[in-house]
């Protein structure tokens, strides 16, 4: 069994340890026996979509974001069917607003990719600290790390999850992130992965599903990973609701 990791230009979107989102992909497979591939792409390169699982773009500023937004746009038809095909995606801050139709920053636009009925407008000030959100597909909250200028409006989209401490999307709406199809949009850094392994083990799943590939993960010791995100959650959003995060 062998799972194929396109990690989209890591030499310009890689903020705040997005790489290592890879790593945790990668071992947490590896740990359960699954081959995983990774391959990276730099903005030469040409992608076979149809031979990726799982497509990883990362976080950026708003230099790197305008030099790859002029590359995904010559590639937007190909993106846009693998994820009509139910292709797994994860992106990052910057990669979650190249996803929408644009980011608007005070007179420049960069346009999207249109993938998600979305938009990003630049605001006052920037939204940065710890967030925790809860998801309805989840047994505990996601965590993570959230430092972000331009505020995302996602529409009728459901967002990845509720914010219960944070600013999420646009520190209005109440939601973080975005959950469309087998993709994944966040503003959460820190990494996401290595302290949120229950999400991890769900975008795995998404890929072995679509592959037709058994999705029953054996379980891994996560007594470390999940300390982490338990003390985040108690931390800054403790609960009755959230007593279950307990590692």
């Keep these: 069994m062998k799972l194929k990791i396109g990690h989209l230009y890591p030499e310009l979107l890689n903020l705040y340890g997005?790489?290592?989102?890879?790593?945790?992909?990668?071992?947490?497979?590896q740990w359960r026996g699954i081959e995983a591939e990774v391959a990276e792409y730099t903005l030469s390169d040409k992608i076979d979509f149809s031979a990726l699982d799982i497509v990883f773009v990362g976080g950026g500023s708003d230099r790197e974001q305008l030099l790859v937004c002029k590359r995904l746009g010559e590639i937007k038809s190909e993106i846009s069917d693998y994820v009509g095909d139910n292709g797994v995606v994860v992106a990052i801050c910057g990669g979650y607003q190249l996803l929408g139709h644009y980011y608007?920053?005070?007179?420049?636009?960069i346009e999207g990719l249109s993938i998600i009925d979305a938009f990003t407008e630049g605001g006052n000030g920037r939204?940065?600290?710890?967030?925790?959100?809860?998801t309805d597909f989840l047994d505990r909250p996601v965590v993570g790390f959230e430092n972000h200028g331009g505020r995302t409006h996602i529409g009728d989209h459901k967002p990845l999850g509720s914010v219960l401490f944070g600013s999420g999307n646009n520190g209005a709406d109440g939601g973080e992130g975005i959950l469309h199809k087998n993709v994944i949009g966040t503003y959460l850094h820190g990494p996401l992965f290595p302290k949120n392994p229950h999400l991890c083990d769900y975008v795995i799943q998404k890929a072995l599903e679509r592959r037709g590939f058994d999705t029953d993960l054996a379980p891994l010791d996560d007594k470390i990973e999940l300390a982490a995100n338990a003390y985040i959650v108690s931390?800054?959003?403790?609960?009755?609701?959230n007593c279950e995060c307990s590692a």
Excluded: C, H, W, Y
């Excluded at 997005?18 to 497979?29: A, E, P, V």
């Design 18 to 29: 997005d790489r290592g989102n890879i790593l945790s992909l990668q071992k947490r497979m």
């Design 104 to 109: 608007k920053i005070k007179d420049e636009l």
């Design 127 to 134: 939204l940065i600290g710890n967030v925790v959100a809860q």
């Design 235 to 241: 931390r800054f959003a403790p609960s009755p609701n």
